[in-house]
């Protein structure tokens, strides 16, 4: 899609923004609130950065009837703090691909152990919020697999195929954490099947 068309014809002010960036990738992602034709939608935003240039724009946008979906939702998790952290609480860059990967694995392997921590929080759609450990089913396969992760701000995010290996639904899930355990976990999910994202996955 050529830039300026899309979302940006239709968007407004922008009302939430985190953002993670990979400086071993030289990419980004943001969790982005804002109004599409005046209307909420929710936004994970991709960018790739190659000699001082932006090379890649993969925008996921949740809207009603799309999983879960509550912008509100999202708008009152304002007060979470995302920011970087001391340096005695990040977790390596291993331990955050580490965790994205023990997340999304555990839906098909009920052997996996995610490091949740304690109080961990997830937050689905915007619209339920519930422990990390509950309401993960069983026999869930997830492909098409790519990460990033910011040691910095000790977040790492997840874009995948939510139900294949080559086909599922389009879907990021964030994860925060501190001392090597994930606290916040932040999804959103396109409720239409994908046979890509369009993009390479993770090697």
Known sequence: MPIGEGLWKTAGPVKLHRYLVDTEQCGTMSEVVLPEDGVDVI????????????????????????????????????????????????????????????????????????????????????????????????????????YLADVEASVSVGIVLFGGERSGLLDAHFFRLIDGTIRNVHSMTVNSTFTTTGWPEAP
Not at 81 to 95: A, G, I, N
């Open 43 to 146: 936004m994970g935003l991709r960018l790739k950065v190659e000699s001082g240039g932006i090379t890649e724009a993969e925008a996921i946008i949740t809207r009603d009837g799309d999983w879960l979906f509550d912008a509100q939702g999202y708008l009152d998790s304002k007060d979470q703090t995302w920011d970087v952290l001391p340096e005695e609480q990040r977790s390596t860059r291993e331990q955050l691909l580490a965790a994205a990967k023990a997340y999304f694995d555990v839906f098909s392997d009920k052997s996996v152990k995610p490091p949740f921590g304690e109080g961990c929080e997830r937050l689905e759609g915007g619209q339920a919020t519930a422990p990390c450990p509950v309401g993960i089913p069983d026999g869930v396969t997830i492909g098409n697999r790519r």
